[in-house]
């Protein structure tokens, strides 16, 4: 009853200071026993996925707020707390007294990191009361899409250039990047990966060099990057056309290789070959200025990929062009222009009057071989005729013959002239087997003739015989006509002369 009566004797304000301190030491009493609740063991959770972290509490205890933070220490960041707002962290049991657990939904990299449950007293300013132990959180991410970057601008052929491969924002560290050039693999390139010390995520590169050529054109490389949080790799293609330029000089011909006649039509051809990519223009200038038609033929494209281009200029050869100077300017993927030049030079001689001269030489020619060969075919069968004279002759003087002789030509006779009815005569009938009677040739004032009697035909060919009348001696006589002959045995040969 004592303590009662103290405290009807105690004032108001007495009473007041007996209940706080009666209050605080429960309180002291109660907080020693007082924990936050969470989990020892390290979470482990893919990115993307929905996190839960637990936390618990005593019912009993200082009224006050209970707080998510990261980290500890003065870098720590609140994460969730009743009354804030945080898209993507929620309480996973609301109006729960006890039960203080968090989710965090679409995890990120970022994430991995102790979490920790803390109590606070609530107050003016609330003032830490008890915190958790702390959840280590670990978030495994798979890399970014592979990304490849060559050279800023196009390279000319035979230089060295570089290619780069980079993905980020994966986690654990180990990464493997392999390089493929149409399918088949490199050789392994040394990779960076950062940061070097522990990370919630990292970044890797790696980097390529290689020397284009002409074949390069259609060829592709691959990155190709596998890590554990992936079933399969992930790859990423470059076009090696992206980094090379084939930038050829342009090449001028014409269709005269040396001076060109008046007034004769000249075309110059100029050709650019094997050029990529697909962006090149072909201008003339005649005397540096353009000339030519506007419009520009469109490239075709060459079995390995390169494009060719070739334009035609024609122009007539006038005496005011002699000397004129033919450009070709190629522009190619906005590289400075490449040129080409020709200067025409005209000759007086026409290329017709030059042709026919030719052909005039040649004709002559021809002349002089035709009359060469007639003039052989023609001695060849003057010696075919000559030969075949003699050989006749050779032939006949082998065979038997007679010479006609003049029977009354001698000394003892008078000369011919003397005479006119002098006859010379022979009896040309040879007979081998028995020779007939000689014939007596009638002489006549006015006829001269021989009366030749042979007899029936030889059997055969050898019967033939030949005389040489180049002795035959004939007397010249008034015309009359040849007598009738004697008998049917005989035949006559009636030879007239006229006078002179």
């Known amino acids: 009853m004592e303590p009662l009566a103290a405290a009807s004797r105690c004032p108001v304000w007495c009473l007041t200071s007996l209940f706080l301190f009666s209050f ?57 707390t009743d009354t804030g707002s945080f898209p993507r962290f929620t309480k996973a049991v609301p109006n729960s007294l006890t039960d203080f657990s968090i989710h965090i939904s679409d995890v ?171 962006v090149a223009r072909l201008t ?37 062009r002699n000397q004129s100077s033919f450009t070709c300017r190629a522009v190619h993927d906005s590289q400075p222009p490449a040129s080409v030049t020709r200067v025409l030079a005209v000759t007086a001689t026409s290329n017709k009057m030059e042709e026919d001269k030719k052909e005039g030489e040649n004709g002559v020619q021809i002349i002089y071989i035709a009359v060469g060969v007639v003039c052989l075919v023609l001695g060849l069968l003057m010696v075919a005729v000559i030969y075949l004279i003699w050989a006749k002759q050779s032939k006949g003087k082998s065979s038997p013959s007679v010479r006609l002789h003049e029977s009354e030509k001698s000394s003892r006779t008078a000369p011919q002239d003397s005479d006119t009815n002098n006859l010379t005569y022979a009896d040309l009938n040879f007979d081998k087997a028995k020779k007939d009677q000689r014939r007596i040739i009638e002489m006549s004032q006015q006829s001269e003739y021989a009366c030749i009697q042979t007899s029936p035909p030889a059997a055969n060919e050898d019967n033939l015989t030949y005389a040489d009348l180049d002795m035959v001696h004939l007397s010249q006589a008034p015309k009359r006509p040849a007598p009738l002959p004697e008998e049917t045995g005989s035949e006559y040969a009636s030879v007239q002369i006229q006078k002179k």
């Open 24 to 80: 605080n030491s429960w309180a002291g009493a109660g907080g020693q026993d007082f924990q936050v609740l969470q989990p020892k063991e390290p979470v482990s959770v893919s990115a993307g996925d929905t996190l839960e972290l637990n936390c618990t509490v005593p019912q009993r205890g200082p009224a006050g707020p209970v707080k998510w933070f990261k980290g500890s220490g003065g870098d720590r960041q609140l994460v969730f």
């Open 108 to 278: 990120r990299p970022e994430d991995a990191g102790t979490y920790y449950c803390v109590k606070f007293t609530k107050g003016v300013s609330d003032e830490e009361y008890r915190s958790g132990a702390g959840m280590m959180v670990s978030v495994s991410a798979s890399p970014s899409a592979p990304s490849v970057s060559g050279p800023t601008s196009r390279v000319e052929l035979g230089s060295p250039v570089n290619f780069t491969c980079t993905s980020e924002g994966f986690s654990p560290r180990n990464i493997a990047v392999t390089w493929l050039k149409d399918g088949a693999k490199l050789p392994a390139q040394p990779l960076q990966i950062l940061p070097e010390n522990a990370s919630v995520s990292y970044r890797v590169s790696s980097t390529l060099v290689r020397t284009l050529t002409v074949g390069d054109i259609r060829s592709q490389l691959t990155c190709q990057i596998e890590h554990s949080t992936m079933s399969a790799p992930l790859q990423e293609t470059y076009n090696l056309s992206q980094a090379l330029r084939v930038s050829p000089r342009p090449r001028l011909t014409t269709n005269y290789s040396g001076a060109v006649p008046v007034n004769e039509m000249v075309a110059f051809t100029c050709s650019l070959v094997g050029f990529y990519p697909n």
């Open 284 to 320: 003339w200038m005649e005397n540096g200025n353009e000339t030519g038609p506007e419009k520009s033929p469109s490239p075709t494209e060459n079995p390995n990929g390169t494009f060719s281009l070739t334009r035609t200029l024609e122009v007539r050869a006038t005496e005011q």
